[in-house]
């Protein structure tokens, strides 16, 4: 079963908001506090997360909405 752009838009906000909750660690990382070593998971894991995003984001392209117009 084809999932709807509602659902795929819903996971991307997910992951979206994953990325939110670890920007303070790339702003560590930037500014020289946080050593490579902690930083390379995160920076893994943040790969990971664009990656499922633009995975969602062209299954869009082909999904169907759910929203079913009502006739006039």
């Keep these: ?3 709807t752009r509602e ?5 991307i906000n997910g992951y ?5 909750q670890s920007d303070y ?3 560590k990382h930037a500014d020289g506090v946080m050593p ?7 920076k ?6 664009r990656a499922k995003i633009n995975a969602c984001e ?7 909405s759910a ?3 009502e006739e006039a």
């Design 25 to 27: 660690k790339a702003l």
């Design 44 to 49: 893994a894991q943040r790969e990971e997360l």
């Design 16 to 20: 979206k908001q994953l990325l939110v």
């Design 1 to 3: 079963m084809e999932r």
């Design 7 to 11: 659902a795929i838009e819903a996971e």
């Design 58 to 64: 062209a299954e869009l392209e082909t999904a169907p």
């Design 36 to 42: 490579d070593e902690e930083w390379e998971p995160v």
């Design 67 to 69: 929203y079913v117009p």
